[in-house]
């Protein structure tokens, strides 16, 4: 059972910045696009951006220019570079499988924004 644990979240002003982790369990990410997803409070998980195992990558439109996601391969490691954050990417952010897979949620990491 492949386990993904995401951290580097916390509490931060707007404009800052924050570096998201996913470490997986074994190594899944050379099979897999990986993603990062955002849970906002009151409202569905959305996909925030994903990454093939190639390298290229998609965003959603509302992080596009101000969020960085790649991976190490070699780390069984996914990241997420957040910037020029808004209060609207407050939420708990969580990595997957892209599209993703039901068994393989953790428990997420807090990303909340303060204006």
């Known amino acids: 059972q492949v386990q993904l644990v995401e951290s580097g979240g916390g509490l931060v002003q707007t404009g800052g910045s924050l570096r998201l982790s996913c470490t997986a369990s074994?190594?899944?990410?050379?099979?897999?696009?990986m993603g990062w997803y955002r849970q906002a409070p009151g409202q569905q998980r959305e996909l925030v951006a994903d990454?093939?195992?190639?390298?290229?990558?998609n965003y959603v439109e509302s992080v596009k220019g101000r969020f960085t996601i790649s991976r190490d391969n070699a780390k069984n490691t996914v990241y997420l570079q957040l910037n020029s954050l808004k209060s609207e990417d407050t939420g708990v952010y969580y990595c997957?499988?892209?599209?993703?897979?039901?068994?393989?949620w953790g428990r997420g990491t807090q990303v909340t924004v303060s204006s």
């Open positions: 990454i093939t195992g190639g390298g290229n990558t």
């Open positions: 074994v190594s899944i990410f050379r099979i897999f696009a």
């Open positions: 997957n499988t892209s599209p993703p897979s039901n068994n393989k």
